[in-house]
């Protein structure tokens, strides 16, 4: 149980890495928001259910799994309404450049 | 498992300074939103492991979702204003 | 109901004291927001929503994996371009429910919605056949619903 609850958590540290060099590194706001929907979606997963899994059964998983129901379903209302509003406001996605 | 507990807050701490540097240093000022919200995201996780590490998980969950909901409202509330009022701003 | 279930859920404690605050609360805010909103949950329609998640993570995995590769690429070989998606969904909640995994699905995001068409910005080419997969997959959830949209 400990064991596999470590592995949920690292895994989940590892997405949360890779979102974070995607943050720092893509070019423009679209894709920056691709990364940090990488980071909320699998690693925030991934490491509430190895948390939940270390804290055992109990009203205490009960409430984790309600944070982890909840940040599911605010996080892709809050992208969207960034990306619309990034989208409304006449900003235009990045595109390869065709040499 | 403390030492471990301790390396992942340290792992966070470290992951919301990446996002913080977005957050300075963004071209527009949907980078800046954006980052904020993945600041907050990571927060959530940080308190949740915090209470892990000091064994008083109830406490500190209840104060999480409080966290999200409130972090929900003000980005929506940015955002909002945001698409109305363009980028003009930088 | 549902909301004192909500509430005993989240307090955690079977005093008396917190079972009739809790009573008075649920029921205070269920009367104050009956009248709001039409959409009333169907048993059979959550059922079939919850069997289609295990397949949504399965999804999520999937593309997170392909993305991460895109990011760790040294030469950072991403295409980024904006998909206009048609959908054939005559429900409010379909549409939103669509919207909402495909936003939630890394690699793609929703940035438009009118009606039921959707402008849709991705991250690479592959990402397309997933998109008409989640749309299927929802429109057999809401089959055997009247259309309202």
Not at chain 1, 36 to 59: C, K, R, T
Not at chain 1, 62 to 71: D, G, M, P, Q, Y
Not at chain 3, 113 to 141: G, P, T, Y
């Amino acid at each position: 149980m400990n064991m596999l609850s470590i592995i949920f958590i690292v895994a989940g540290l590892f997405f949360m890495i890779v979102a974070a060099i995607g943050v720092i590194r893509l070019p423009d706001v679209f894709s920056r928001s691709h990364a940090a929907s990488l980071a909320d979606s699998l690693g925030a997963f991934l490491m509430l259910v190895g948390i939940a899994l270390h804290e055992g059964l109990g009203i205490n998983m009960l409430k984790i799994l309600v944070v982890l129901a909840l940040l599911y379903i605010l996080n892709p209302v809050i992208a969207h309404a960034t990306i619309r509003a990034a989208l409304r406001s006449g900003l235009k996605p990045w595109q390869k450049e065709t040499s | 498992m403390k030492t471990f507990l301790f390396c992942v807050v340290v792992l966070l701490v470290i992951l919301i300074g990446a996002f913080l540097y977005r957050v300075l240093q963004g071209p527009t000022i949907f980078d800046r939103l954006l980052g904020h919200n993945g600041i907050s995201t990571k927060a959530i996780i940080l308190l949740i492991v915090i209470g892990i590490s000091f064994e008083r998980v109830d406490m500190f969950i209840d104060i999480s979702i409080g966290y999200a909901l409130l972090n929900l409202v003000g980005a929506l509330a940015v955002a909002k204003y945001l698409e109305q009022k363009g980028a003009s701003i930088e | 109901m549902a909301l004192f279930v909500f509430w005993i859920m989240l307090s955690a404690s079977f005093e008396w004291t917190h079972l009739g605050l809790g009573l008075i609360f649920s029921f205070a805010a269920a009367w104050l927001n009956s009248g709001h909103s039409p959409f009333v949950p169907k048993f059979r329609l959550w059922l079939r929503i919850l069997l289609y998640l295990p397949w949504l993570f399965y999804k999520i995995i999937q593309s997170s994996l392909n993305l991460s590769k895109l990011i760790l690429h040294p030469a950072l070989p991403i295409a980024p371009h904006m998909i206009s998606v048609e959908s054939k969904l005559r429900h409010h909640a379909a549409v939103v429910l669509l919207g909402n995994s495909i936003t939630l699905t890394p690699g793609t995001i929703t940035a438009e919605v009118d009606r039921n068409n959707l402008i849709v910005h991705a991250m690479d080419k592959s990402d397309e056949i997933v998109i008409k997969q989640m749309e299927s997959k929802i429109a057999d959830i809401f089959k055997d619903e009247e259309p309202d949209l």
